[in-house]
């Protein structure tokens, strides 16, 4: 890896890739400093220490939550409009056929995106500010109305920032945000957990086992992502004129976490939607049974969020993989299974495959996500570290080295994932 990077800065032009992304990244850790107006930060930090939802909103931006600056949302809406559209895109057959046109459909959906997470972030942004409201000085029209559109235009900028990056330089721009942000809290969580320990709250074996967790899963992380199970593909000789074609053996790679993060995200919101709707009305009742029951460290809601994962998991694979549009088109080039007859056999096989694999992957992102909130009630270590946030950052990390050792490769040098 290290050395991947080394041979990469010794090409101008990956160098000059990586000096650009380096540079808007620190665009956005810097815009992470500038306080929204009208907000009392101290509340803030206050509704954090509360363990409430806003904890994970808190680690995605990189602390601009805690302190409430122009990047307090982050660039989540974006990520959430990207994968809306992308749902449409398979559910609506005129967002189809203009995802196949090509380059110019390709910018009109990017297009529709834009759109779209200006509508989700002013959303939200009203939804956060109504939630916080006690948080605000003078919470009158005017003050609520400037919070809201200053939200809105940060996270705009970051969606522009991102844009930027992944036509500029190296990797895909709103996953290197994100990337960013969760890397920026590390520091203060190693200082966290200094004074717990200095406290008393956590004991030094607790710190240190959690550490232990976090590097195992991270492994087993790089491993799942990296696995993936081969169903060996034979193409039948055919003879055109006096050439022949076909011959050859492939294979279908079926990834055993081929939904990504995706489910997590999925499962995540579902299951703070509630609690969402709660902070508008603090001293209800539904407040109340969501505290205590739909809590991110409580038994019900982590079941919930398993199952939830599980679901997801089949969910979103179900869509982005079609078992019977690729038994087609391997029949119609005269491919097929060794031991399988083409056809419908063909198609029972792949999806009887894929579900077994499937499961592999959704029982390991339900460990993932449920891990670090067994290790933090354990330990007493309240981090607000989730596993979806470890599978963010060593997800991002693997596909950032992929693309660099790409171009090195067309430059003739070798990588690290030979």
Do not use: C
């Amino acid at each position: 890896m290290l050395k991947t990077l080394v041979n990469a800065w010794k090409v101008a032009d990956i160098r000059k890739k990586i000096i650009y992304t380096v540079l808007m990244l620190l665009v956005f850790r810097l815009g992470s400093h500038i306080p929204v107006p009208g907000i009392d930060p101290n509340q803030i930090k206050n509704i954090l220490g509360q363990g409430t939802l806003f904890g994970f909103f808190d680690i995605i931006s990189g602390g601009a939550f805690r302190d409430f600056t122009i990047f307090a949302m982050s660039i989540v809406p974006y990520i959430n409009a990207s994968i809306i559209m992308q749902l449409l895109t398979i559910a609506i057959p005129s967002l189809e056929q203009m995802a196949k046109e090509g380059e110019e459909g390709r910018k009109k959906i990017a297009q529709y995106t834009r759109y779209m997470t200006v509508v989700l972030a002013l959303i939200q942004a009203i939804g956060m500010t109504i939630g916080l409201r006690g948080a605000v000085i003078n919470p009158n029209f005017l003050n609520l109305t400037i919070i809201v559109l200053t939200l809105t235009a940060g996270t705009s900028f970051l969606m522009w920032l991102g844009e930027r990056i992944t036509e500029n330089g190296v990797g895909n721009g709103s996953s290197l945000i994100i990337f960013a942000g969760i890397l920026a809290r590390i520091p203060n969580m190693i200082y966290t957990t200094i004074q717990y320990v200095g406290a008393g709250t956590a004991n030094i074996f607790g710190a240190i086992a959690f550490l232990i967790v976090i590097l195992v899963m991270v492994v087993s992380i790089i491993l799942m992502s990296e696995g993936q199970r081969r169903i060996p593909v034979q193409y039948a000789k055919r003879v055109v004129g006096r050439k022949v074609y076909g011959g050859q053996s492939t294979h279908i790679p079926l990834r055993i976490n081929m939904a990504g993060v995706i489910p997590l995200i999925f499962a995540l919101s579902l299951l703070q939607f509630p609690q969402q709707i709660a902070t508008f009305f603090p001293k209800s009742a539904f407040y109340a049974f969501t505290e205590k029951w739909l809590g991110t460290n409580g038994w019900i809601y982590n079941v919930l969020n398993v199952l939830l994962i599980i679901f997801f998991t089949y969910f979103y694979t179900a869509i982005i993989f079609n078992p019977v549009e690729i038994s087609d088109n391997m029949k119609k080039y005269g491919g097929f299974i060794p031991g399988i007859r083409p056809g419908k056999p063909t198609t029972d096989f792949i999806t009887r495959v894929m579900n077994r694999v499937t499961f592999v992957g959704s029982i390991f992102l339900a460990v993932v996500a449920v891990l670090p909130v067994i290790m933090m009630n354990v330990t007493g270590l309240q981090l607000y570290f989730g596993g979806t946030a470890l599978l963010i950052a060593v997800g991002v990390a693997l596909e950032t080295m992929k693309q660099i050792e790409g171009q090195l490769i067309m430059r003739n040098y070798q990588g690290f994932l030979r």
